[in-house]
């Protein structure tokens, strides 16, 4: 039985919210050092320019948790959509840099509940041997905008725009933003939530709609969980019998970022200006990059429901250990530049088929309907706030210590979250939400 069109549409929908994600992320890479020119800013600066979205994203992930339980994933996206268009608009017309931060936070409070209700839509939409691909499809789009950013900062570079080039680079993003609040309207509510919401009627004619090959069934096992839970809009997640949740969610959140992932991102044109490549040919790598986290970002959410989630976080902890510490090696030593891009491309590679493709499927499984939003709350946050911490500091590491530095903490960490992974991660491939529940929410 193949996924019919309805939900197709619901998923890819739902998805298009981790491209935007991308895009405003790392489109400031193009940016930056136009901002840092035109408003004379120090490296302390110019890591709060960059970090200052992430400070948005963290208090956004947390926010989204009880607010889409309160409203439902799609009435909340939709809100995450409107955030988008004002930042876009906001950060291409800002007039000084005080209102350049403003509309970038902004930007980040939609990246933050966007990474939590996408996939938690996602996945409480998708049936039990389809979901790790389906929720997959958020990370790919991220991915996705990721490289469409490099390529739109390329394109826009070479038009040679002058004193403007910036705000283009920051402003296109507005185009696809409205295309995903259009889409939005489009699409049906979450049978779990409403199921949650005693809307009976509505989560069964939305099972039916979704292709369920039972969908009395599937909503009895729904209206089960949700009893034992004993789930209203007011539980709390942060309790103890959430603990192995929450430590599972909270610490692949942490680990996605203590990896690096996004600080390479951001300051990919700054990383290759170090090894002596001018500023277009750092433009095009971080191209080459981009579509290398794209191709391998496909190929995990292709082997992620049989492999296993905990497979491939072995081995791209594995893989991308060795390749921090040969760029950390590159740049201890001055020489060998030609390799840095090799290593970059592999451990993205690397990073992409592991972590990229797992993180956001992993945290919108652990957790109980009753609390599914706001546990991917509390991972998201942990995830935006370790990245705020590190986008915000990597500039400041490198001026006052060496560009070695942080690759050398990059990989240290990796190692760290193999064992982690080796020792308390559970396998949670080929089991519905509900079965997954009674495992890992602990009473005692």
């Given amino acids: 039985m193949r996924p019919n069109a309805n939900l197709m549409k619901a998923t890819l929908t739902g998805a298009l919210g981790g491209l935007l994600f991308g895009f405003d992320t790392v489109v400031i890479a193009g940016a930056i050092d136009a901002l840092v020119n035109l408003y004379n800013l120090s490296p302390q600066n110019k890591g709060f320019t960059v970090a200052i979205g992430l400070v948005g994203t963290v208090i956004g992930a947390l926010g989204a948790g009880q607010i889409g339980q309160r409203l439902g994933s799609r009435e909340t996206l939709r809100l995450t959509a409107v955030l988008y268009v004002v930042s876009a608009a906001g950060c291409a017309f800002a007039w000084n ?6 509309f970038r936070f902004i930007g980040g409070l939609g990246i933050g509940a966007s990474s939590v209700l996408g996939p938690v839509y996602i996945a409480e939409l998708a049936p039990a041997k389809w979901r790790g ?8 789009n991220v991915v996705f905008g990721i490289m469409t950013a490099y390529m739109s900062n390329y394109v826009i570079r070479t038009m040679h725009l002058g004193a403007t080039e910036w705000r283009w680079q920051v ?20 049978p779990r939530w409403s199921a949650s919401k005693n809307r009976i009627d509505e989560a069964l004619e939305v099972l039916k709609m979704m292709g369920d090959p039972d969908p009395e069934a599937e909503l009895a096992d729904i209206r089960s969980a949700l009893q034992q839970e004993h789930a209203t809009a007011h539980e709390r997640v942060f309790q103890w019998k959430y603990r192995y949740p929450l430590f599972l969610a909270i610490s692949i959140g942490a680990f996605n970022q203590l990896a690096g992932i996004n600080a390479i991102l951001y300051y990919i044109n700054d990383i290759f200006a170090s090894a002596g490549f001018s500023q277009l040919s750092g433009d095009q790598q971080a191209i080459a990059i981009g579509f290398t986290n794209l191709i391998f970002t496909m190929v995990g959410m292709s082997v992620i429901d049989k492999l296993g989630r905990k497979t491939l976080l072995l081995i791209g902890a594995a893989g991308t250990a060795s390749c921090l510490a040969g760029v950390a090696w590159i740049f201890h030593t001055n020489a060998h530049h030609g390799m840095l ?4 491309i592999t451990y993205i590679a690397f990073f992409a088929l592991s972590q990229g493709a797992v993180i956001w499927v992993y945290i919108g499984e652990v957790f109980p309907t009753s609390v ?8 998201s946050a942990s995830h935006w706030f370790m990245n705020a911490a590190i986008a915000g500091s990597f500039p400041i590491v490198v001026h006052s210590v060496s560009t070695a530095s942080p690759f050398v903490f990059f990989a240290c960490m990796t190692v760290v979250q193999f064992l982690t992974v080796l ?7 080929g089991q519905t939400l509900e079965e997954l529940q009674r495992k890992l929410v602990r009473a005692e």
């Fill in 97 to 102: 840099w005080d209102a350049f931060l403003v």
């Fill in 341 to 344: 891009v090799w290593l970059l």
């Fill in 133 to 140: 691909r389906f929720v997959a499809l958020f990370q790919f």
């Fill in 171 to 190: 402003g296109v993003a507005g185009i696809p933003a409205v295309g995903f609040l259009i889409m939005l309207f489009g699409i049906p509510r979450s």
């Fill in 423 to 429: 020792f308390f991660f559970p396998e949670t491939k």
């Fill in 372 to 379: 599914r939003s706001k546990g991917q709350g509390a991972g």
